[in-house]
T-cell receptor, first 114, second 115 residues
Framework: KNQVEQSPQSLIILEGKNCTLQCNYTVSPFSNLRWYKQDTGRGPVSLTIMTFSENTKSNGRYTATLDADTKQSSLHITASQLSDSASYIC?????????????FGRGTQLTVWP | EADIYQTPRYLVIGTGKKITLECSQTMGHDKMYWYQQDPGMELHLIHYSYGVNSTEKGDLSSESTVSRIRTEHFPLTLESARPSHTSQYLC??????????????FGPGTRLLVL
């Protein structure tokens, strides 16, 4: 069964600290993996996208890694800011074509305290 | 920020009423989607469209219907709202397939409460 599991479910950190969010997937065949940020009351916004051959991708203070062999990805946030408080969703696509579908994780709810 | 809009943002309505959730995008994307998301849960695809006059049901069974008469517009209709329809509804769009796969751009969502 194709699934995307994220951990932890929720996380509280202090402003300025780093954190790492995890995503494990069983989706096959694998096409690409995205991390989205969803602010409260808003739609998700894409942060990074990685294909099979890419094992790291950065977007400012966000760095995503991908291990396609173990089917694991992580999102590392450096020097957290209050605006980083949001839900971070891991999304895996099973095929890079019109027929591809997306599998969503439940997200990690990150809260950054001052 | 993506040019995709949803109205209303919040809706409280009584059981049995007919409602239409509006979604429009100005990016010229062919593909559009409706997702349902409950608090703390993953997004579930309920409808999608590959273009004008194309509509398909998604993975999650839904009593709602959609139409795609214009490229930029993808409304979702519930003929008779029930409390079980209470949820957040997210609209998204994407351009045609690229080698890296498509990125979906999401609207802000409509939070629906059926009493």
């Amino acid at each position: 069964k194709n699934q995307v599991e994220q951990s932890p479910q929720s996380l509280i950190i202090l402003e300025g600290k780093n954190c790492t969010l995890q995503c494990n997937y069983t989706v096959s065949p694998f096409s690409n993996l995205r991390w989205y940020k969803q602010d409260t009351g808003r739609g998700p916004v894409s942060l990074t996208i990685m294909t099979f051959s890419e094992n790291t991708k950065s977007n400012g203070r966000y760095t995503a890694t991908l291990d396609a062999d173990t089917k694991q990805s992580s999102l590392h946030i450096t020097a957290s800011q209050l605006s980083d408080s949001a839900s971070y969703i891991c999304v895996v696509s099973d095929r890079g074509s019109t027929l591809g579908r997306l599998y969503f994780g439940r997200g990690t709810q990150l809260t950054v305290w001052p | 920020e993506a040019d995709i809009y949803q109205t209303p943002r919040y809706l409280v309505i009584g059981t049995g009423k007919k409602i239409t959730l509006e979604c429009s995008q100005t990016m010229g994307h062919d593909k559009m989607y409706w997702y349902q998301q409950d608090p703390g849960m993953e997004l579930h695809l309920i409808h999608y469209s590959y273009g004008v006059n194309s509509t398909e049901k998604g993975d999650l069974s839904s009593e709602s219907t959609v139409s795609r008469i214009r490229t930029e517009h993808f409304p979702l209709t519930l003929e008779s709202a029930r409390p079980s329809h209470t949820s957040q509804y997210l609209c998204a769009s994407s351009e045609s397939v690229s080698p890296r796969g498509e990125t979906q751009y999401f609207g802000p969502g409509t939070r629906l409460l059926v009493l």
